[in-house]
């Protein structure tokens, strides 16, 4: 089993539309979540990060975490043209000092 | 100003050739990682320094020698180049101890021929 395991795509949607994004992890001892968005031939960028259970929202992004099913999901919504990029999901425990990636899902938004 | 900057950008080499990369961040931090990306886009730790002292070494082969001269650069040497190398390096950055909120450099496209 991955340690963390995302859909890699492509994922298609309509211009306006929301995207979800998801993603599950197999440690019960991590601590921290984040989203990576990654555009073709570029590096990571964080865009969210989620500590706790629950929603967090940030503009038309929004991180949701449940620890008890170890999910963690993005939800953008009125998504964009330039929304397009592939989206990291990536698990950080303390324990082991470690950033453990999933593949990336990959989202073409659709004009 | 660049937060993270790598050099090269790109690098074209043979097998069995010996190469470098610089990484250089100016943002303070006291953590510093490499990641390998693969053609499958998977990106992975390969190292981690924490004020120049190695906490992270993934299961690398040793022909990967990190170096951090001091806190704010991390080199990485790579010997005996072979074809399973070619990927994406990226180095990246963090503040004080090892955390998930990270900042990349541009990243390094590695062949080798």
């Given at each position: 089993?991955?340690?963390?395991?995302q859909?890699?795509?492509?994922?298609s949607?309509?211009?306006?539309a929301?995207?979800?994004?998801?993603?599950?992890y197999?440690?019960?001892g991590?601590?921290s979540f984040?989203?990576?968005?990654?555009?073709?031939g570029?590096?990571?960028e964080?865009?969210?990060?989620?500590?706790?259970?629950?929603?967090?929202?940030?503009?038309?992004?929004?991180?949701?975490?449940?620890k008890?099913?170890?999910?963690?999901?993005?939800l953008?919504?009125?998504s964009q043209?330039?929304?397009s990029a592939?989206?990291?999901?990536a698990v950080?425990?303390g324990?082991?000092?470690?950033l453990i990636?999933?593949?990336g899902?990959?989202?073409?938004?659709?004009? | 100003?660049?937060?993270?900057?790598?050099?090269?950008?790109?690098?074209v080499t043979?097998?069995?050739?010996?190469?470098?990369?610089?990484?250089e961040q100016?943002?303070?931090?006291?953590?510093?990682?490499w990641y390998?990306?693969?053609s499958?886009?998977f990106?992975?730790?390969?190292?981690?320094?924490n004020?120049k002292?190695?906490i992270?070494?993934?299961?690398v082969?040793?022909?990967f020698s990190?170096?951090?001269p001091?806190k704010?650069?991390?080199n990485?040497h790579?010997?005996?180049?072979?074809?399973?190398?070619?990927?994406?390096?990226?180095c990246?950055s963090?503040?004080?101890?090892?955390?998930?909120?990270?900042?990349?450099?541009?990243g390094t496209r590695?062949?080798?021929?």
């Open positions: 089993q991955k340690e963390v395991e859909n890699s795509g492509p994922l949607v309509p211009e306006g929301i995207a979800s994004l998801n993603c599950t197999s440690d019960r991590s601590q984040f989203w990576y968005r990654q555009y073709s570029k590096s990571p964080l865009i969210m990060s989620i500590y706790s259970n629950g929603d967090k929202e940030d503009g038309r992004f929004t991180a949701q975490l449940n008890a099913s170890q999910y963690v999901s993005l953008i919504r009125d043209p330039s929304d592939t989206y990291l999901c950080f425990s324990n082991t000092g470690k990636f999933g593949q899902t990959t989202l073409q938004v659709k004009p | 100003d660049t937060a993270v900057s790598q050099t090269p950008k790109y690098l043979q097998m069995g050739n010996d190469k470098s990369i610089k990484c100016n943002l303070g931090h006291d953590t510093m990682y390998k990306q693969d499958k886009k990106l992975k730790i390969m190292f981690s320094y004020n002292e190695l992270i070494n993934e299961t082969p040793n022909r990190p170096k951090s001091d704010a650069h991390l990485l790579i010997n005996s180049l072979e074809l399973g190398d070619s990927a994406v390096y990226f990246a963090s503040r004080g101890q090892p955390a998930g909120t990270q900042y990349f450099g541009p590695l062949t080798v021929l």
